[in-house]
């Protein structure tokens, strides 16, 4: 292709890298045009970083004046999301909008990226279109403020879960998105003043900031829906990792992830905040490999209500406290405080160490009538193999009577918890970890979140139970 000479400038041809040229699968192409439309030449694009500028070092070079030595890049991930970064000292457009030196933009096929336009001085112009040829990006159907929503990556009562974007930085978070028509305001305010209510509660989570805790990043609210922003996670949670070992935990290793959870609740506690359904399924995992835990959806029923929060912790009766369940359908409930969640913290410790739930769902007598009269035994083969100091913390952790269960203070000084005691040798034992179980247990999690929000659900039917 000749050079082409503006008054302005001589421009040489723009060079398409070696390994692009090369490459038998491109994912997309950049398709460069200069001034007057004339079209320059079609670049695949097949590397994860694609560089583009005047520097010889570059992918892509454009040696043109106006262009930076490294003016801009593409970033591609592991999920064939593109972004393009703005390296340049002149700026990068994509679709007419500056992007702005240091800043990143999520890209779609089609977009229009000016590495140079036209100006008063001159009439140069170097733009080239993006095309993608594995699964073309498309536009995002909701924009919230600098989020942009992705796909569903769960749902539950009340809200569904989507990954979302930043656009200015390219980061990737999770938001949840609750439904307005299904929740009320966590006071007994009505009109103005309780949706003011409604963005207050959510700010008062914002300011939430523990190692151990989901990150609330954000929050908007449309006429319809509540959008709060999270750190996205994608280790899983807790139910699914004991699900998936397949027998008990280690002691050691049960203690580990026990102590997290136990300082991220003092810490919600000493900020005034009561998690109150706190659940394997609201544990998540910081990565598939590690044991790092982060507590999620606190503080659920000062956004939704306490009514229809009710309704939500009735679906998994498994957690709830005695004094909870002795609350349901009265018409003045006593109040009841943060002892709560130190139930809840037992129950899910039982779960680490036994492998089952303390609770039998395969009895004919109803989990929230074994949980009221606190019916549990814990089985024989296990109370020889578990130290005695994890035995008594489970049993002061699951008094039934809120005034004479063990206090977070006091678990914090708990001999199992601070001493540095081994796990006893595993013991063969008289059958497996009861997985079937624990599996229903989210099955009925999900029945009862399709009940309560009328949704259609993918899983599979309940497993049949054992005999008892």
């Given at each position: ?131 993608f040829f594995e699964s073309p990006q498309k536009k ?182 005695p004094e909870v369940v002795q609350n349901m359908g ?139």
């Amino acid at each position: 292709m000749a050079e082409e000479k503006d008054s302005a400038a001589v421009v040489a041809p723009v060079v398409a890298p070696a390994e692009a040229k090369a490459s038998s699968s491109p994912w997309g192409q950049a398709s460069f045009k200069m001034h007057n439309g004339k079209a320059i030449g079609d670049f695949p694009l097949a590397a994860n970083m694609i560089t583009f500028g005047r520097n010889k070092g570059c992918d892509i070079k454009i040696p043109h004046p106006h262009a930076s030595g490294y003016h801009c890049a593409l970033q591609r991930d592991a999920q064939g999301v593109v972004f393009l970064e703005d390296t340049s000292t002149n700026g990068t457009w994509v679709n007419g909008k500056l992007v702005g030196k240091g800043k990143k933009v999520y890209t779609t096929h089609g977009d229009i990226v000016h590495v140079v336009r036209p100006s008063k001085a001159d009439n140069e112009e170097i733009a080239f279109t993006l095309l993608f040829f594995e699964s073309p990006q498309k536009k995002p159907a909701i924009v919230i403020g600098k989020y942009e929503i992705g796909d569903q990556l769960g749902s539950g009562t009340f809200a569904n879960v989507h990954v979302c974007l930043d656009s200015t930085t390219g980061l990737k978070y999770a938001v949840k998105v609750l439904d307005k028509k299904k929740i009320s305001v966590g006071s007994n305010k009505k009109g103005p003043s309780a949706k003011r209510g409604l963005v207050e509660e959510v700010k008062i989570l914002q300011e939430l900031n523990h190692p151990n805790i989901v990150k609330v990043f954000a929050s908007f609210e449309t006429e319809d829906a509540l959008y709060i922003v999270l750190e996205l996670l994608q280790g899983g949670d807790l139910l699914d990792r004991m699900i998936s070992l397949g027998e008990e935990f280690p002691e050691d290793r049960a203690r580990l992830i026990f102590i997290q959870m136990m300082k991220a609740v003092s810490y919600l506690h000493s900020k005034g905040v009561a998690h109150r359904d706190l659940k394997p399924e609201n544990i998540l995992l910081e990565t598939k490999d590690s044991d790092k835990i982060k507590l999620t959806d606190f503080g659920l029923s000062r956004i939704v209500g306490e009514g229809s929060f009710m309704k939500t912790i009735c679906g998994t009766p498994m957690y709830v406290a005695p004094e909870v369940v002795q609350n349901m359908g009265q018409s003045n409930p006593k109040g009841y405080g943060k002892a709560v969640d130190v139930w809840s913290m037992g129950v899910i410790l039982y779960m680490l160490l036994c492998g089952e739930p303390p609770f039998d769902q395969r009895k004919p007598t109803p989990i929230l009538d074994q949980v009221k009269k606190g019916v549990y035994k814990m089985p024989e083969d296990l109370q020889q193999s578990l130290s005695k100091e994890a035995q008594d913390l489970i049993v002061q952790l699951l008094a039934i009577d809120p005034l004479k269960r063990i206090t977070l203070e006091d678990v914090a000084k708990h001999p199992w918890v601070v001493g540095d005691r081994k796990s006893r040798p595993k013991i063969q034992r008289q059958g497996a970890i009861n997985v079937q179980q624990l599996a229903s247990l989210r099955i009925s999690a999900l029945a009862g979140s399709s009940s309560a929000s009328s949704r259609d659900s993918d899983e599979p039917p309940s497993p049949s139970r054992p005999p008892p």
